[in-house]
């Protein structure tokens, strides 16, 4: 049975730091890209970061870049989210994400975390 489970998830200060992990099982983690979203009230889910499963390559939504480091543990089948500056505009419910291309995309989701940033 395929699982992912986030836990970092709580109430912090703007400018405050916290991080985010994904203990996966069930399927071959190295073998997916992982990705975490979030969605705040009233939005839609938006692509945060992602890590692909061979190289390791990231990418990052413009409104975290310098801020978010996304990282993977693939011995460990976990996948983290460090957080750092973070702004009231962060608080949304993160959902980690893993997804791999067998003829077409097969994605699997979290149950999601919430991150609360006050100001």
């Known amino acids: 049975q395929v699982q992912l489970v986030e836990s970092g998830g709580g109430l912090v200060q703007a400018g405050g730091p916290l991080r985010l992990s994904c203990a996966a099982s069930?399927?071959?983690?190295?073998?997916?890209?992982m990705s975490w979203y979030r969605q705040a009230p009233g939005k839609e889910r938006e692509l945060v970061a992602r890590?692909?499963?061979?190289?390791?390559?990231?990418n990052y939504a413009d409104s975290v870049k310098g801020r978010f480091t996304i990282s993977r543990d693939n011995a460990k089948n976990t996948a983290f989210l460090q957080m750092n500056s973070l702004k009231p505009e962060d608080t949304a419910v993160y959902y980690c994400?893993?997804?791999?291309?067998?003829?077409?995309?097969?994605?699997?989701w979290g149950q999601g975390t919430q991150v609360t940033v006050s100001s």
């Open positions: 069930g399927f071959t983690f190295s073998t997916y890209a």
């Open positions: 890590i692909t499963s061979a190289r390791g390559s990231t």
């Open positions: 994400n893993a997804y791999i291309y067998v003829g077409s995309r097969r994605d699997y």
